[in-house]
Structure formats: C-alpha cells, structure tokens
C-alpha cells in the first residue's frame, strides 16, 4: 500500500516563500515521477511541477522562476520550494506519484497555500 504524506504549507505574504514536502511509503518502484498539483477555488486541478527518478523536470509557466522541485530519491520525498509568491497561488497543493504499468496515480491528501497579506 502506498502512501504519501505531506507537509508544510500554511498562511504566507505576498513575496513570501514556503515549502512543501512529500514522503512517499510502501512500495515504491524504483523509476517513477513525483509531482505537485493544486486547485484554487472555483478552478480544476492543474499540474504545478513534476520530476522523474532521473531528475528531469517540468513545470506550468506560471510558476516558472519562482517555483523549484527536487527530490531525494533515497528518502522517496519530493520538494517544492515556493518563492515570490502570489496571492494567485493560493490553492491546497496535492501531491502526485506515477509509477508501474500504465503510471498508476498516488495522491496525498492535499495542504493549503494562502498568499494574503
């Protein structure tokens, strides 16, 4: 069984910065993509950031420059370092983990970003 658990997030500025984290438990393949996604109010969910076992990574333009994911593949977590932020950004980020056949999705349970000052 597979789990992820989030943390970080909370009440932050305009121009301010937090980060999320994103341990992964269970069976983890050892090749798999790591993202973050997010839904604002009254909106669908988008992708945010992802990041495969290799290393490569994809990000919205929206957050291009502002937003870094990483990830420490020996621990299963993902990253998402959140600068500049906007209060557009506010939204509860969810976590995302695509592995074996047919990438079969994980979900954490979502954090809450609000960017107000």
């Known amino acids: 069984q597979v789990q992820l658990v989030e943390s970080g997030g909370g009440l932050v500025q305009p121009g301010g910065s937090v980060r999320l984290s994103c341990a992964a438990s269970?069976?983890?393949?050892?090749?798999?993509?790591m993202g973050w996604y997010r839904r604002a109010p009254g909106r669908q969910r988008e992708l945010v950031a992802t990041i495969n076992s290799g290393g490569i990574t994809n990000y919205v333009d929206s957050v291009k420059g502002r937003f870094t994911i990483s990830r420490e593949n020996a621990k299963n977590t993902v990253y998402l370092q959140m600068d500049s932020l906007k209060p557009e950004d506010t939204a509860v980020y969810y976590c995302?983990?695509?592995?074996?056949?047919?990438?079969?999705?994980?979900w954490g349970q979502g954090t809450q970003v609000t960017v107000s000052s």
């Open positions: 269970g069976s983890i393949f050892r090749v798999n993509v």
């Open positions: 995302n983990l695509k592995m074996g056949v047919g990438y079969a999705n994980y």
